[in-house]
């Protein structure tokens, strides 16, 4: 089974701040995904990568194979990024999704 | 398009009760998938289905029953509640059969069920 470790597990920032949000994972994947959980529960897949570098917005992911390691970047950080952000291989069952344990990221104005 | 819609939102169970959770897509998706979202564990598969037809089980299946009852339908059931099964259960829905890890995943909004 594919092991999922995020840090930090608890992240207060302030407004405008350059965040980081770090994964690693122990078996080889083809795949990693990371998710963004809203402080009123609902779960959006943020990106899906597989090699190099995904950007959207103010958000951009990247991804080292040979290191087992993502990490989720946010820039201008703004209040209404808090939020848990979830990290993800596949390995959960054959098909399913392992996840990590999130980041609960707090941006104070 | 509403996506993934699960019903219901909250359920409050006595041990022992049991209950459907229902999920539903319209995406024309393949696969489905449960899973459960508990305090400091972060979420885990219960069970999938890659096809019509087809279930198979999670990293923790124990105490549950699903049906794929057409590709748009995949039903959670709980046939006795046990205080243990207290926890937030969410639906999700991806493009592909086999290999749908590797498909973004779309997510119902999920159920919260407390078992007394």
């Known amino acids: 089974k594919n092991e999922v470790e995020q840090s930090p597990q608890n992240l207060t920032a302030q407004e405008g701040e350059f965040i980081t949000i770090n994964c690693s994972y122990s078996v080889g994947i083809s795949a990693l995904h990371w998710l963004q959980q809203h402080p009123g529960g609902g779960i959006v897949s943020l990106f899906m990568?597989?090699?190099g570098k995904k950007k959207h917005g103010r958000l951009i992911a990247t991804i080292n194979i040979q290191e087992k390691h993502s990490s989720l970047h946010i820039t201008a950080s703004h209040p209404r990024d808090s939020a848990v952000y979830i990290c993800a291989v596949p390995g959960g069952g054959a098909d399913g999704l392992t996840f990590g344990k999130g980041t609960h990221l707090i941006i104070q104005p | 398009n509403a996506g993934v819609t699960q019903t219901p939102k909250f359920q409050v169970l006595k041990t022992g009760q049991s209950m459907t959770l229902q999920c539903a897509q319209d995406?024309?998706?393949?696969?489905m998938y449960w899973y459960r979202q508990d305090p400091g564990m972060g979420l885990r598969l219960i069970y999938y289905?890659?096809?019509?037809?087809?279930?198979d089980k999670g990293e923790v299946p124990n105490g549950y029953n699903v049906s794929r009852l057409n590709k748009r339908e995949f039903s959670l059931r709980l046939e006795s509640a046990a205080p243990s099964q207290t926890s937030v259960y969410f639906c999700?829905?991806?493009?592909?059969?086999?290999?749908?890890?590797?498909?973004?995943?779309?997510f119902g909004p999920g159920t919260r069920l407390t078992v007394l």
């Open positions: 999700a829905s991806s493009e592909r059969g086999l290999a749908g890890a590797t498909d973004t995943q779309y």
């Open positions: 990568l597989s090699s």
């Open positions: 289905s890659a096809s019509e037809g087809t279930t």
């Open positions: 995406m024309n998706h393949n696969s």
